[in-house]
T-cell receptor
Framework: NAGVTQTPKFQVLKTGQSMTLQCAQD?????MSWYRQDPGMGLRLIHY???????DQGEVPNGYNVSRSTTEDFPLRLLSAAPSQTSVYFC?????????????FGPGTRLTVL | SQQGEEDPQALSIQEGENATMNCSYK?????LQWYRQNSGRGLVHLIL?????REKHSGRLRVTLDTSKKSSSLLITASRAADTASYFC???????????FGAGTRLFVKA
């Protein structure tokens, strides 16, 4: 199993550009989530999904969209990048839909918005 | 706002010593988890403790939970240089499917 994979590993954008961060898992997990981590801070939940076709907002959803067309994939879209979105983005998946389940994290995408 | 807050923010110890990190949270929980993050990497799950449990062990790790004080502690015994990392607690809170992380404790173990 590859676990949770994220692409790209690094990305530089200009203000106003849009892009999609990719996340895929091969563990057949129902629950997937996106977090952002700013320097010296913990993770903040952006969006999550409890299964294909179902998504919901986390703590900091503004400026981001998600979709879940398959169990495996959970892309995160930045609609119009802003410098405040400079961060490291982590995708995670979890078996079942219980929020307390162990989450498995991807390696992260380091995004810089100029 | 973050549900969990770790204390201390940073901790530096000698190899072989024990390291204790604390986590306080605000609302009732069903479960609390601890994760480790090595520099520049993703988080790795260490242990989960349920609200009806008071203590749990995993290797050199011991986690306690006091729901009356809304706090948890992570003890790493006989620390090693490889334990150098950031440690985060995460709680689920009541309602919804959101796992909320604290800001973390940075542990540095000197060889």
């Amino acid at each position: 199993n590859a676990g949770v994979t994220q692409t790209p590993k690094f990305q530089v954008l200009k203000t106003g550009q849009s892009m999609t961060l990719q996340c895929a898992q091969d563990m057949n997990h129902e629950y997937m989530s996106w977090y952002r981590q700013d320097p010296g801070m913990g993770l903040r939940l952006i969006h999550y999904s409890v299964g294909a076709g179902i998504t919901d907002q986390g703590e900091v959803p503004n400026g981001y969209n998600v979709s879940r067309s398959t169990t495996e994939d959970f892309p995160l879209r930045l609609l119009s990048a802003a410098p405040s979105q400079t961060s490291v983005y982590f995708c995670a998946s979890s078996p079942g839909v219980m929020r307390a389940d162990t989450q498995y994290f991807g390696p992260g995408t380091r995004l810089t918005v100029l | 706002s973050q549900q969990g807050e770790e204390d201390p923010q940073a901790l530096s110890i000698q190899e072989g010593e024990n390291a204790t990190m604390n986590c306080s949270y605000k609302t009732s929980i069903n479960n609390l988890q601890w994760y480790r993050q090595n520099s520049g990497r993703g988080l790795v799950h260490l242990i989960l403790i349920r609200s009806n449990e008071r203590e749990k062990h995993s290797g050199r790790l011991r986690v306690t939970l006091d729901t009356s004080k809304k706090s948890s502690s992570l003890l790493i015994t006989a620390s090693r240089a490889a334990d150098t990392a950031s440690y985060f607690c995460a709680t689920d809170g009541t309602g919804g499917f959101k796992t909320i992380f604290g800001a973390g404790t940075r542990l540095f173990v000197k060889a």
